[in-house]
């Protein structure tokens, strides 16, 4: 997989990126241009977990995997995702590692890079801020309703063990706020 996309072919790509979104094509071809494409082979790590990216990283071809701190894999990675976004623009550290799973070519623009870029034209960086804070807005709204679905979920469960199994001592001591209806 040696083959590397032209400025054209990346070019079509970032305009679809939710991050760089409102960039005309100038602006865009700067970002290209401050990084590499490179090839990954499978098993190589190209973050790690608990160190602070030092690097953009755009999937353009193959499939990489999200593997926490712990090692277990949380998803599969694939074309087109920009990683590292947070960690560029905020400073903090990981919480997962990327490892490629199979041969996969990715564009690596260096945070020094960028910056320089964005030092350039900082129109381009407050709007791929805003474009970031929409991001990190809409992972959290995600993660509510994922965090509500559960507690449904939770509570559907335990009112039907509670009808499978009233007297349970094991309910008692999972839901003591549970009241049963000798309580009412």
Do not use: W
């Amino acid at each position: 997989m040696s083959e590397h996309m032209d400025e054209v072919q990346l070019v079509k790509i970032l305009l679809d990126i939710h991050l760089f979104e409102d960039l005309d094509y100038t602006q865009i071809t700067s970002i290209i241009r401050a990084g590499e494409q490179r090839n990954v082979t499978p098993g190589e790590e190209i973050c790690s977990s608990r160190t602070v990216d030092e690097s953009l990283i755009l999937i353009l071809m193959g499939k990489l995997a999200l593997v926490s701190a712990e090692g277990n894999k949380i998803a599969n990675l694939v074309p087109v995702k920009v990683l590292g976004e947070m960690g560029v623009f905020t400073g903090q550290t990981r919480s997962s590692s990327v490892v490629a799973e199979e041969e996969s070519t990715i564009l690596e623009i260096p945070v020094q890079n960028l910056e320089e870029v964005l030092e350039e034209d900082p129109q381009m960086g407050n709007h791929m801020m805003v474009n970031l804070i929409k991001l990190l807005y809409t992972r959290v709204h995600d993660t509510n309703q994922e965090l509500h679905d559960e507690q449904q979920l939770g509570a559907r469960l335990r009112d039907r063990l509670a009808e499978v199994a009233p007297d349970d001592p094991l309910m008692a001591e999972l839901f003591p706020d549970r009241l049963t209806e000798d309580d009412t």
